[in-house]
């Protein structure tokens, strides 16, 4: 195991007069803080003998049906008898690697990845081969070849971990028209597909994508989580899976925490319940949506010749191509003097290149914050291509 660059950065960035670009973290202080507090000291009161008592490792049933209604959204038939809560998707992410993964398996992910899902499968000591994206996603041809020169090599990867919409780090998504082909190449080769789908709920222009699940619930297991559209305190996530590994799943949360936090997923549940989801899930859109024009507003109006940005239509992040030969990493420490922190690319490559990379998160700081710290780091980098 080996500390994430973007823990490794929390308390840097967090130094005052540093803009943080660089945690992907929600803006909490934009939820209906009094409604949900009354829902906790209301539940803990009246439903006490549940709400603080032990509750089963599936998680709540309520919970479980709100869930199926919340994937409906993005095409998803689902039973709640085939969902487990999990604590926020992290927890998923390492139980499905706890159940699959013995050493020296495959897992193929895309270049880059979420950083903390290759923390997850570099602990269960699995091996990663990379498949490269563009601009709509992974590249299809990519990964069939990739499936094939592994099948040649007498090798069939586990799992795909795969984040289709709004992706951690790069920002883009999984264009409609290749998502069959994903689906398909995946499921002859006999690899299950891990959707990650965290962000798939903040699009900015459009309806909610169809998640790839949608049209392979044999194929893909989904993991989706409250963290991003209401709150990471909750830690309340979950995988929707076919029904053998959805056992399996159960079995492996007991053993990792026995049971969940009863009154959280009270807490996530009532909400759904009683407060305007659709019209909550509408004010995030929008003010993450204003965020993200913020940040490409103020990369378009400094950044030097030579960087080149993805353009997100959802989600948190934004993923910035630097000049040949400034590094990331080694620019980080003046970047903070400079009174911006960013997450250098390397953490998101398995093989530790993407040192020409970083991200920005646009979710946390407010619009005007954003244009500062980019003004910031456009200033940095037109004086190292100057020197
Ligand atoms: N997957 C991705 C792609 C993420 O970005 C995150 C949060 N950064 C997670 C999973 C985990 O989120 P949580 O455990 O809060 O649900």
């Known amino acids: 195991m080996v500390p994430s660059e973007v823990r490794a950065l929390f308390s840097v960035a967090s130094r005052p007069g540093v803009v943080s670009l660089a945690g992907g973290m929600p803006d909490v202080t934009a939820l209906p803080a009094d409604a949900l507090g009354e829902l906790l000291g209301e539940l803990a009161v009246t439903r006490t003998a549940v709400a603080l008592q032990y509750g089963s490792a599936q998680g709540d049933p309520a919970l479980r049906e709100r869930i199926c209604e919340v ?41 880059p990845t979420y950083v903390t899902a290759l923390n997850v499968f570099a602990a269960y000591q699995a091996r990663i081969v990379s498949v490269p994206m563009d601009s709509d996603g992974v590249i299809p041809n990519a990964l069939e070849e990739t499936l094939r020169r592994l099948a040649e090599a007498g090798r069939r990867p586990k799992l795909f971990y795969t984040v289709p919409t709004f992706h951690n780090p790069v920002g883009v998504t999984l264009a409609d028209a290749r998502r069959p082909a994903v689906v398909d190449i995946c499921g002859r080769a006999g690899v299950l597909i891990v959707e990650d789908n965290p962000y798939g709920l903040l699009a900015f222009d459009h309806q909610p994508r169809r998640a790839l699940r949608a049209d392979a619930p044999d194929g893909v297991l989904y993991l989706g989580s409250f963290s991003k559209t209401l709150a990471p305190a909750f830690r309340v996530g979950w995988a929707l899976a076919p029904p053998s590994v959805r056992d399996k799943l159960v079995l492996a949360a007991e053993g990792a925490i026995l049971s969940h936090s009863v009154l959280a997923q009270l807490v996530v549940e009532r909400c759904l319940a009683t407060q305007p989801w659709p019209e909550h899930l509408k004010a995030m859109r929008e003010m993450y949506r204003e965020r993200r024009d913020a940040m490409l507003d103020a990369l378009a109006t400094w950044m030097p010749p030579g960087c080149l940005w993805t353009r997100p239509d959802g989600g948190f992040f934004v993923w910035v191509t630097l000049p040949p030969g400034v590094d990331s990493k080694e620019m980080l420490a003046r970047a903070v003097a400079a009174g911006v922190a960013y997450v250098p690319g390397s953490g998101f490559f398995a093989d530790g290149t993407g040192h020409g990379h970083l991200r920005l998160s646009y979710s946390h700081p407010a619009p005007e914050l954003i244009r500062e710290g980019v003004r910031r780091l456009a200033g940095l980098l037109t004086a190292t291509a100057d020197m």
């Open 71 to 111: 994937m409906a959204m993005e095409g998803i038939r689902a039973r709640a008898d085939d969902v487990v809560v999990t604590v926020g998707s992290q927890q998923a992410l390492d139980l499905t690697a706890r159940i699959f993964l013995d050493p020296d398996d495959v897992v193929v992910t895309e270049a």
